[in-house]
T-cell receptor, first 115, second 114 residues
Framework: TAGITQAPTSQILAAGRSMTLRCTQD?????MYWYRQDLGLGLRLIHY???????GKGEVPDGYSVSRANTDDFPLTLASAVPSQTSVYFC??????????????FGPGTRLTVL | AQSVTQLGSHVSVSEGALVLLRCNYS??????LFWYVQYPNQGLQLLLK??????LVKGINGFEAEFKKSETSFHLTKPSAHMSDAAEYFC????????????FGKGTHLIIQP
């Protein structure tokens, strides 16, 4: 079982360009999440989705958008990248959401550098 | 809003010594609490979780944590450190309301001295 896959593994992006980070899970989990990890700040929630067709904003949503057309996929889009979006991005999923204390499973991450 | 504080960005212990990583949460209601481990260039892996079933929680790789409501703490311990325990450790919590995601501490880098 692959669990959660993310693509690309890493990317260098020019400021002002757009990019979509891909996330796919094969566990049929209802809830999915995007976090960014920055040195000394831990992980911060960008957006989440409790179930297909619904999304919500996390702690740091500005400059990012998400969609959840089906259960398996949860892409994160940067419409116009800025250097402050340089980070490592993690996608995660959980069976029933943190509402029930379900653990989150994490993908391997995408390292994004915006120049 | 829920917050999670990890005391010490770096902790260094000798191989075979006790590992103690500290985590405090701020919440007026019992939270769900988690400890995750991150090895270099990898995603996060769950070590253990507290969901009110028992205050002493045992996890993988010999780690355990005790939920103490009176101290609002959820410290992670391991009796004897191994070199393979060297990694970044994150405490995380959720109390409901607002965004359905975890609030993470800033992480503690565990260094194991030979």
């Amino acid at each position: 079982t692959a669990g959660i896959t993310q693509a690309p593994t890493s990317q260098i992006l020019a400021a002002g360009r757009s990019m979509t980070l891909r996330c796919t899970q094969d566990m049929r989990h209802n809830a999915m999440y995007w976090y960014r990890q920055d040195l000394g700040l831990g992980l911060r929630l960008i957006h989440y989705s409790n179930t297909a067709g619904t999304t919500g904003k996390g702690e740091v949503p500005d400059g990012y958008s998400v969609s959840r057309a089906n259960t398996d996929d949860f892409p994160l889009t940067l419409a116009s990248a800025v250097p402050s979006q340089t980070s490592v991005y993690f996608c995660a999923s959980s069976g029933h959401g943190t509402l029930s204390g379900s653990e989150q499973f994490f993908g391997p991450g995408t390292r994004l550098t915006v120049l | 809003a829920q917050s999670v504080t990890q005391l010490g960005s770096h902790v260094s212990v000798s191989e075979g010594a006790l590992v103690l990583l500290r985590c405090n949460y701020s919440s007026s209601v019992p939270p769900y609490l988690f400890w995750y481990v991150q090895y270099p260039n990898q995603g996060l892996q769950l070590l253990l979780k507290y969901t009110s079933a028992a205050t002493l929680v045992k996890g993988i790789n010999g780690f355990e944590a005790e939920f103490k409501k009176s101290e609002t703490s959820f410290h992670l311990t391991k009796p004897s450190a191994h070199m393979s325990d060297a990694a970044e450790y994150f405490c995380a919590g959720w109390t409901g309301g607002g965004a359905d995601g975890l609030t993470f501490g800033k992480g503690t880098h565990l260094i194991i001295q030979p």
